[in-house]
């Protein structure tokens, strides 16, 4: 039973930056790795950042030098900032989350998406 609540989408013009966040909650033993992933229309779902807890990160090429993605383990929550926005990052942004509940099973959950549009 874990909840994942993303914030921060919106219009924005080419050039311009947007800070994402996604909170996740519930009774787990922790949270390992939190992403944030995308899909654009006729296009798969593709993975954007990840960061571990211990904050080892890692960039899909098309972003990187654009995106940083960090978290805050404290408030269980992760953030995408996302700087010099192309049109081509117009895309439903999809938090996820991944770790262990207090059982020892694993669990990956997902928010429901916040749209990002990138246009003059």
């Known amino acids: 039973q874990v909840q994942l609540v993303e914030s921060g989408g919106g219009l924005v013009q080419p050039g311009g930056s947007l800070r994402l966040s996604c909170a996740a909650s519930g009774t787990v033993f922790s949270f390992n790795s939190m992403g944030w992933y995308r899909q654009a229309p006729g296009k798969q779902r593709e993975v954007v950042a990840t960061i571990t807890r211990f904050g080892s990160t890692n960039y899909a090429d098309s972003v990187k030098g654009r995106f940083t993605i960090s978290r805050d383990n404290a408030k269980n929550t992760v953030y995408l900032q996302m700087n010099t926005l192309k049109p081509e990052d117009t895309a439903v942004y999809y938090c996820?989350?991944?770790?262990?509940?207090?059982?020892?099973?694993?669990?990956?959950?997902w928010g429901q998406g916040t749209q990002v549009t990138v246009s003059s």
């Open positions: 996820n989350a991944e770790g262990l509940y207090r059982s020892s099973s694993s669990f990956s959950s």
